[in-house]
């Protein structure tokens, strides 16, 4: 590591110190990455790639930001698949359907018209070959002519480019939360480690702090682009961000996608 970073807290102790202060991992989520302004951009572009897909799987979806906006915009069936638990309730609470596990555990067949991975999901699987099994996954799940959608972190331009992140400050049910991120790198494994440093402090003064970290693949964007052809997927098309209404090469901050299993 270029940095090292504290243990982060293991989850029975980011449980209790979230229990103590009565918020959920899927509140303090929401509240510093919930993006919900960003919800039309991202279900407009996907209209646009895909204007006939009725069947609708959000993967990685998250806290189910997407979802309600996917079941009013697509005519047939909107799921999610979650594989982290809290996030995977947010999502139910919202009124989702969602299945609790990775791509890694996609068993559908010629089943969706468009698969979505929003923000990431992918470059949480940090092994070449777990990612390969996982894209085939999404390759048979999808009905021949399906398209896929994939938006990661552009991370060799975030080095490039790279500051360290500021302290932020929220309030979720009169409970200020304050994040203080950090980063670190395995450059051997061209893994990107984000630590998130979190105290919650309640009305009456009580006080949690813990630490949690998540380790993401740095997939440049040729090689997301051959992991993606190699599954089997064809018609690459690349996009600057959900705004874009005509392809664009990956020069900025997110590596977006359309492939489509061919028919
Ligand atoms: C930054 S969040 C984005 C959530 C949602 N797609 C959105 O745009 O709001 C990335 C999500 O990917 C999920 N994830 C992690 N590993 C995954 C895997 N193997 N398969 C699918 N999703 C995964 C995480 O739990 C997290 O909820």
């Known amino acids: 590591m270029r940095q090292a970073l504290p243990a982060p807290d293991s989850p029975a102790a980011i449980r209790a110190a979230?229990?103590?202060?009565?918020?959920?991992?899927?509140?303090?989520?929401d509240a510093f990455l919930g993006r919900l302004d960003e919800v039309g951009?991202?279900?407009?572009?996907l209209a646009r790639v895909a204007p006939d897909a009725r069947?609708?799987?959000d993967v990685g979806c998250g806290t189910g930001r997407l979802l309600p906006r996917l079941a009013e915009r697509f005519p047939g069936r909107v799921e999610g698949l979650e594989p982290d638990a809290d996030y995977a309730d947010a999502a139910r609470a919202r009124g989702g359907v969602v299945r609790g596990v990775g791509l890694e555990a996609l068993d559908d067949a010629d089943r969706w018209d468009?698969?979505?991975l929003a923000n990431g999901p992918l470059v949480y699987l940090t092994d070449a070959d777990a990612r390969a099994r996982a894209l085939r996954?999404?390759?048979a799940a999808l009905r021949p002519g399906g398209a896929l959608v994939v938006d990661a972190p552009n991370f060799l331009r975030f080095l490039r480019f790279y500051q360290a992140p500021a302290p932020q400050t929220a309030t979720v049910r009169g409970v200020t939360c304050q994040r203080a991120p950090g980063h670190a790198w395995d450059f051997h494994d061209a893994l990107w480690v984000h630590q998130d440093h979190l105290t919650l402090t309640a009305p009456d003064g009580t006080t949690a702090r813990y630490r949690e970290r998540f380790t993401f693949a740095m997939l440049p964007a040729p090689g997301l682009r051959a992991e993606v052809r190699a599954a089997g997927f064809a018609d690459?098309?690349?996009?600057?961000?959900?705004?874009a209404v005509a392809p664009g090469r990956h020069e900025g901050v997110r590596l977006l996608l359309v492939a489509r299993r061919p028919r």
């Open 137 to 139: 996954r999404a390759w």
């Open 41 to 45: 951009a991202v279900v407009d572009f």
């Open 18 to 29: 979230l229990d103590r202060i009565g918020l959920t991992r899927a509140d303090v989520y």
């Open 114 to 116: 468009l698969l979505v």
């Open 55 to 57: 069947d609708v799987l």
């Open 236 to 243: 690459l098309q690349t996009f600057t961000g959900w705004h």
